[in-house]
């Protein structure tokens, strides 16, 4: 069974500063995915990475996957307070099975 | 484009009663999937369906729980007899095709009392 692994589970930083969360999974996967849920909302997906090395960015946010070593990370750069939300990682169970399997989530909380 | 489309928002029952949530997928996507949100067990999947058919539904906790697709634009999920322990939020989401990334509807809340 896929087992899916965020830390850490809360992170409370200051506007300005970097931070690394990471999604740590247990077997083999190609496809992972990072979602921003803020609080009483829906989830918004933020990045689909879909091979080793993969490198995303957007604004603040870049997610990288390494598939070998069954780990990707989020990187926040110069923390923003609109970034204040849950992000969750999920993979892709692989084969024919398309079941996303979700990380508990990261409650960021960015303070001014 | 409207999104993915779940009805009702909230939902206020009974122990024992039937609910019935109901899901839009967006138009042209033709996988659709089902997940429930609670504190203790986080986002679960419960069932997915690709061309109107279930693919896996082994995340669906038991006989009280049942889905339907009948056709590429509706999908309903099942709870008879509701339980307090069913509370959670429940999300349907929609894609594209099963290995495009999913779009979340906005849930709906629900409450067995």
């Known amino acids: 069974e896929l087992k899916v692994e965020q830390n850490p589970l809360f992170l409370s930083m200051q506007e300005g500063k970097n931070y690394t969360i990471y999604c740590n999974y247990s077997t083999t996967s190609d496809r992972l995915y990072w979602y921003r849920q803020d609080p009483g909302k829906s989830l918004e997906s933020l990045f689909v990475?879909?091979?080793?090395?993969a490198v995303k960015q957007e604004g603040r946010l870049m997610a990288s996957l390494d598939t070998k070593a069954r780990l990707s990370t989020l990187h926040i750069t110069a923390a923003v307070h609109d970034l204040s939300a849950t992000y969750f990682c999920a993979v892709e169970s692989g084969g024919s099975n398309y079941k996303l399997t979700f990380g508990k989530g990261t409650l960021l909380t960015v303070n001014p | 484009d409207a999104g993915v489309i779940q009805s009702p928002r909230h939902e206020v029952t009974e122990m024992g009663q039937e609910v019935t949530l109901r899901c839009k997928p967006i138009s042209g996507h033709n996988s659709l999937f089902w997940y429930r949100q609670t504190m203790m067990r986080g986002l679960e999947l419960l069932i997915y369906?690709?061309?109107?058919?279930?693919?896996?539904d082994s995340g669906m906790p038991e006989d009280r729980f049942s889905a339907k697709m009948p056709n590429a634009s509706f999908s309903t999920l099942k709870i008879q007899p509701s339980e307090p322990r069913d509370s959670a939020v429940y999300f349907c989401?929609?894609?594209?095709?099963?290995?495009?990334?999913?779009?979340f509807g906005p849930g709906t809340r629900l409450t067995v009392t």
């Open positions: 369906f690709n061309n109107n058919v279930p693919i896996d």
């Open positions: 990475l879909l091979s080793n090395g």
């Open positions: 989401a929609s894609s594209p095709g099963l290995i495009y990334e999913q779009y």
